[in-house]
Every structure is written in structure tokens, then in C-alpha cells.
């Protein structure tokens, strides 16, 4: 079904219909369940992203009316949708351990829409339309399906900014809300974000079926996510073998994204991770301010499972766990760990270019960094752990120290109080590893470094003054962080606030799972 674009109102329907088709019921009864939204009472369109309705072709409401239409529709309420709506079942392992069927718990596959631009979804021609938060489904776990304002409002913001930041990641259309209670810790409010992605498919899917025996089912499941995600390989001769390899292709320049950009997702397991390789399911997410090598997010990660420099480490580990998923039809279980292992060259061919970009070191992108330019990144981290350097604005400015040869500029030097002679002496390796730039080179490096290096990220006190202002009614500043992370390379004036490190009596940047 090509239609993708909100039909015009007519006389006998009270809310516009976003006409899709359904897929993935396609695989079978065994792979989801059907499951109307129960909806929101009085919702309200508290954030839109223009940027992701035009995926779909949509423009952006005009007027109280329009807006309403929207939150009726993107809420979930009944009255705005078919019976189509499904949710999917997997499995998965969740800190490591063995944790059997989960499912969407409180996520409903409206359909697909197709994009109006494949290039824009990485030349997928479909968005999957997922609502976060209608309520309960067979899944839900004795939980009430819902999601509570605070972390809507997180994953909305972080899902597009992580896209201006240029990292794989799940789109977000909008937030709506409501006054409807939610019972976590306290008591709080509800509200809906309505994601996109051209697949919404996890290594738990591939899981469920697996550790279930049901091969059969496995078989349907793999040949369906090779046509719909890799159709290169559909004729492969191993199909789960060549779906696997593309996987772990897909999955190591994301993480290495991840770690450069300092985002740290907090909840690895493997039920969280995209058949894309692409950033999905935004819970307890943090941002490194203070360089922490060890820093993660999640309160119920005590021991550092998901810390950011075990990131990488994490994603071969659940990409074995897809490997032994999916043994059961590759057959070769060396030629599946051998596929896995593909991920740490991978990886560190990403991260070596990403590093490199961010200091300023060009390189080919087909070759490998040299040692020095990876002893100069090892020592660079070293140096930002010792000092407790803020990771966005050390690298930021360094794109000034570059360009100016002189003595660098006293913001940058104080990010190294406790370590004057190391930080000096590091800076003058570089220096001599750029040696011999005139100034109009210096600049154009400086400007390519500006362009890898970001002044804004989501920095967890800014998301939590956000979030206080917005459960008093006052969205205004969700809203003006959500249009300075569309630009979040470009200084922006006005916006100094956004750009400086969290002062010293903010809170700490860690959260609950509970949403």
C-alpha cells in the first residue's frame, strides 16, 4: 500500500487515518499479537519533529484543530485507528542472564508508511509507525503498557538528536501527553511517543524462536528480515549466515559512533538491539560530562556492565548471542564465530576514523591508523580520565588549539588544572604530528574537527530541567533543546547555556529503568 501521507478530513471522519499497510503479520499468528492502543484521556501534542514527519510525507499540523487530530491519532485513542495494530513477541538476555519471552510490552506496530525518501532511511523503502506507550498488550508483563512523561520526553529528544549527531537511531514524530496517572516510584503522568524505523526487528526476536526449538519459525523469521533488511544477500547460499555477517557490519560502526560522541545507552541486552545496527530503545541513556571510562548511566547496573568503555565489548558479546540464535540454520558454528569476530576489526577501523576525525589527524579511510596517531588517541583518554575532563568540551576546543599556534586558550587549559605538564606535553605531540600546516591548512582542519566534534549533546541536568518545567505544563524548554540538538555542530547564539559543562550542584546523571 503506497500511501503514506495523512488523508484530507472528511465530512463522516472525525480524525485523519495514516494509512499504512501490515507487514510483519505476513510471518504468522506465532510472531505477534493483535493489539488495539487503549489510548490516552484528553491528549495533548506537546512536541513534533518536522524533520521526521517528512519522512513519511507528512506535513506538520496547521492549527488547534490539526493538533488535535494529531494527538487523538498518535495517542493511541481508539477512535483514530483501525484494529491493525500489533505486538511483536521475543525473548532475550538482559544483563547477561537468560530472561526467556519478553515482547513489546508497551510498544504497538501501528504499519509501515512508505518513506518518502529511501534515501533518507539509508535506502529502506518502509517506516515501520510504533506507538511507546498506549497501553498494556499480552506482553506487558503484569505492567500497564504505559510510559510516564519524563522518559518520553528523554527518548524524543535523544532519538532525533542522535540523528543530528549523525548516529544510526530510531526516529522520533512526536509526544503527546495526558493527565493520566502512571504508578512508578511516585505517582506521575503518561504520555505516548510515536517512533519510526524501518525495522524494529531485535536479536531477541531471532532468540525467542531459537532457545524455543521452533526452527521452522526461525527459518520464516530470517528469510523475511533478509528480503525486507539485507536483499543483497537473499541468494546467498547461507542466508543466516550472510544475515548474521551484515549484522555485525552494521552494528560496529554504530557502537563506535556511540563511544566518540560520548553517549552511553545503559541497557545493553540483547532485546535492545537493532537487526539495523542501529540505536534503539532509549531508557536510562547518559552522556558523558566528566570523562569516566567506567560511567554508566543505569542505577540497576552496579557492577558496570554497560559502562561506555565496555560498550563494544558488549555488542560482540550479544552478537554471539545472534550467532548461536541462528546456529541452528548457518550449521557451521565456526563459520558463525568467525563472522563475530569480523566485529573488532571492524569496530576499531571505525573508531580509529572517528578518533582521528576528532583530533584533527586525517587519514584514508581505507587504512588503518598508524601507531602513533593510536598512541596519541590511547594518551588523549588517559589524560581526559586522570583530569576528569568534560569529553564534549575538551574535544571542542580542541579544534582551537589547532588553529592557533600560540599558547591554547585558557578554557581548554583549565579542563587540566591537576595535570598542566602531561596535558602540555600531549598537546605538543600533536603539534608535531600536525607539523608543517600554514594557517589556511590549520583552519580547514579546525573547521573539519568542528564538524566531528559537537558543541550540544543531551546533557542529563539539562534534560531534567526540561523535564521539571514540562510536568508543570511549560514545555518551552523541551522545546528549545530539540531545535538547538538539530544543529548540534553549529554554535548557536543565545544557547551558551546548553554548550557549558553541568555546574557543580547538579544531580548525578544516573536513572532508574522505570518508565
Not at 579542563?415 to 603539534?431: C, E, M, V
Amino acid at each position: 500500500m503506497p500511501l503514506d501521507t495523512l488523508t484530507p478530513p472528511q465530512a463522516d471522519v472525525a480524525h485523519p487515518v495514516l494509512a499504512m499497510r501490515q507487514d510483519f503479520t505476513r510471518l504468522g499468528s506465532e510472531f505477534h499479537s493483535a493489539t488495539p492502543p487503549q489510548g490516552l484521556p484528553h491528549p495533548r501534542l506537546r512536541m513534533l519533529s518536522a524533520d521526521a514527519a517528512a519522512l513519511l510525507g507528512l506535513q506538520p499540523p496547521d492549527g488547534d484543530d490539526a493538533r488535535q487530530r494529531w494527538a487523538e491519532l498518535f495517542s493511541g485513542n481508539r477512535a483514530a485507528l483501525d484494529a491493525s495494530a500489533i505486538s511483536t513477541v521475543y525473548a532475550g538476555h538482559q544483563f547477561g542472564n537468560w530472561a526467556g519471552q519478553l515482547g513489546d510490552g508497551r510498544a504497538h506496530l501501528l504499519g509501515e508508511a512508505r518513506a518518502d525518501d529511501p534515501r533518507q532511511a539509508m535506502g529502506h523503502a518502509w517506516w515501520e509507525v510504533q506507538l511507546k506507550g498506549a497501553g498494556a498488550t499480552p506482553y506487558s508483563r503484569r505492567g500497564d503498557g504505559r510510559a510516564v512523561l519524563r522518559s518520553s520526553i528523554r527518548e524524543f529528544l535523544c532519538s532525533e538528536a542522535m540523528h543530528a549527531l549523525g548516529v544510526p537511531t530510531t526516529r522520533a514524530l512526536c509526544l503527546v501527553d495526558s493527565d493520566l496517572p502512571v504508578r512508578r516510584e511516585s505517582l506521575e503522568t503518561a504520555a505516548v511517543v510515536t517512533r519510526l524505523s524501518p525495522s524494529f526487528l531485535r536479536f531477541g526476536h531471532f532468540e525467542h524462536f531459537s532457545h524455543g526449538g521452533r526452527h521452522e519459525a526461525l527459518r520464516r523469521l530470517v528469510d523475511y528480515t533478509v528480503a525486507r533488511l539485507y536483499p543483497a544477500v537473499a541468494e546467498s547460499a547461507n542466508p543466516a549466515l550472510a544475515l548474521l555477517r551484515e549484522v555485525v557490519a552494521a552494528t560496529a560502526p554504530t557502537i563506535a559512533r556511540w563511544q566518540c560522541v560520548g553517549f552511553v545507552h545503559g541497557v545493553m541486552n540483547t532485546d535492545n538491539m537493532s537487526m539495523l545496527g542501529w540505536t534503539i530503545d532509549y531508557g536510562p541513556f547518559g552522556f558523558l560530562d566528566a570523562f569516566d571510562p567506567g560511567y554508566t548511566p543505569n542505577t540497576s547496573d552496579s557492577w558496570g556492565r554497560y559502562a561506555w568503555a565496555r560498550q563494544p565489548a558488549v555488542a560482540r558479546w550479544n552478537l554471539l548471542a545472534l550467532a548461536q540464535a541462528l546456529l541452528p540454520l548457518i550449521g557451521d558454528e565456526q563459520a558463525a564465530r568467525d563472522a563475530v569476530e569480523d566485529f573488532a576489526d571492524a569496530f576499531m577501523a571505525a573508531m580509529d576514523r572517528g578518533m582521528q576525525a576528532k583530533l584533527g589527524l586525517r587519514a584514508d579511510d581505507d587504512a588503518a591508523a598508524p601507531e602513533p596517531d593510536r598512541d596519541l588517541v590511547r594518551d588523549w583518554l588517559d589524560l581526559l580520565a586522570a583530569s576528569r575532563a568534560d569529553w564534549t568540551l575538551s574535544h571542542r576546543l580542541l579544534a582551537r588549539v589547532v588553529e592557533q599556534p600560540e599558547a591554547p586558550p585558557p578554557q581548554w587549559l583549565r579542563l587540566f588544572d591537576a595535570w598542566p605538564q602531561r596535558a602540555a606535553d600531549w598537546l605538543a605531540r600533536l603539534r608535531a604530528r600536525l607539523h608543517g600546516l600554514d594557517a589556511a591548512a590549520r583552519a580547514d582542519r579546525a573547521r573539519d574537527m568542528l564538524r566531528s566534534n559537537p558543541c550540544y549533546v543531551l546533557r542529563h541536568h539539562l534534560g531534567q530541567q526540561a523535564i521539571a518545567l514540562a510536568r508543570q505544563g511549560d514545555f518551552s524548554e523541551a522545546l528549545r533543546l530539540h531545535r538547538v540538538l538539530r544543529k548540534p555542530f553549529d554554535e548557536q547564539p543565545g544557547c551558551e547555556d546548553l554548550a557549558a559543562a553541568p555546574p557543580p550542584d547538579a544531580g548525578p546523571p544516573v536513572l532508574s529503568c522505570s518508565s
